[in-house]
């Protein structure tokens, strides 16, 4: 079956580093989404990896490894707007997305 | 920046009845989507429409469940007779692309169902 797993909650101090790590399984793979959604609002958009590596958006940096299954999504700089859910996706062969449960950051002063 | 649009915010109905959720995509994207999110739970995949017919639909998408693009802007999902179970936010979503990879979808505030 398809499934995406990552952790349900997570806890990180303003100013500094967290890691959101998400493992995936479907059928076929189109590349790996990564979205931010604020309680209560729509997901948005913050990055897709479709090839093994990292890619770096400002303060927000997102790596894959195909051969493992494995995504990761890179906050610095943390800022209490950061305070959300992230939530990873994968794109099956059907170009459907494949979704997680969502991880919710929470940001400490 | 353009967005998506959807109404009501919030739908509050009584079980069976019928509803129509509203949305306006992004103007010049060609591929819509419905997501549903039952509060605290994942997002699930609906259904996918592109060129006034749907391309993909999940187990979700029973008999209970139709889309339709009325007009040039607007994409509905109507659910028939509605149960307790439907309650959730209902997620509008739209693409430039579609059967490719990098087919970043957009999506709308949502709209919040309540079924009584």
């Known amino acids: 079956g398809q499934n995406i797993d990552q952790p349900t909650e997570m806890t990180a101090t303003e100013g500094a580093i967290v890691q959101i790590n998400c493992t995936y399984q479907?059928?076929?793979?189109?590349?790996l989404f990564w979205y931010q959604q604020h309680a209560g609002e729509a997901p948005t958009f913050l990055s897709y990896?479709?090839l093994d590596g990292l890619e770096e958006k400002g303060r927000f940096s997102s790596f894959l490894s195909r051969s493992k299954g494995y995504s990761y999504l890179l906050l610095k700089e943390l800022q209490m707007k950061d305070s959300a859910s992230y939530l990873c996706?994968?794109?099956?062969?059907?170009?459907?997305?494949?979704w997680g449960a969502g991880t919710k950051l929470i940001i400490k002063p | 920046e353009p967005e998506v649009t959807q109404t009501p915010s919030h739908q509050v109905t009584q079980m069976g009845q019928e509803v129509i959720l509203r949305c306006v995509p992004i103007s010049n994207h060609l591929y819509f989507y419905w997501y549903r999110q039952i509060l605290g739970q994942k997002v699930e995949f609906l259904v996918s429409f592109y060129n006034n017919e749907i391309s993909e639909k999940s187990e979700i998408f029973d008999d209970q469940f139709s889309v339709e693009r009325p007009d040039g802007s607007n994409f509905t999902l109507k659910i028939r007779s509605t149960k307790l179970e439907d309650s959730a936010m209902y997620f509008c979503?739209?693409?430039?692309?579609?059967?490719?990879?990098?087919?970043?979808?957009?999506f709308g505030a949502g709209t919040r169902l309540s079924v009584l």
């Open positions: 996706a994968a794109m099956d062969s059907n170009y459907q997305l494949i």
């Open positions: 479907t059928s076929g793979f189109n590349g």
């Open positions: 990896n479709v």
């Open positions: 979503a739209s693409s430039e692309e579609g059967d490719i990879a990098k087919n970043i979808q957009y």
